[in-house]
């Protein structure tokens, strides 16, 4: 039972460690019914801002690029008894690549009050 006792602190951290918090789309939908000025204010200038009738849209773009730097490997038979250590299995491993993610969060006002927003990319 003292085992118990002594290990329930540690297992509520380790929980706590799961949790996450609201998605994109239900921050997102918080603005709804809210005014442009608290959009702005909040989100900043759009990146781009369209106006169709007595509709404004305001789109951000979130977009973000990692870089993984590959890895160098000899592949399975490093060694002399294979070529020596620049032998025929040199410049083996993995190429480098750059990874492209974007969201667009596009919001639709009539009258300068939120009325919908579209999510739209490949980290929305």
Known sequence: MRKF???????????????????????MSGYVGRPESVL??????????????DLTYFAYVHRS??????????????????GGYYGPFYGG???AQTYTTECT????LKDQ???SFTLRGNDC
């Open 5 to 27: 006792i002594l290990a329930a602190p540690f297992a509520a951290l380790a929980l706590a460690g799961c949790a996450i918090g609201p998605s994109l789309a239900e921050q």
């Open 40 to 53: 702005v204010a909040q989100l900043g200038v759009p990146d781009r801002r369209i106006q169709v009738g």
């Open 65 to 82: 690029v990692q870089f993984d730097s590959g890895s160098f490997g000899y592949g399975p038979f490093y060694g002399p008894a294979f």
């Open 93 to 95: 491993g993995f190429p």
């Open 105 to 108: 969060t596009t919001f639709a």
């Open 113 to 115: 009050v939120v009325q």
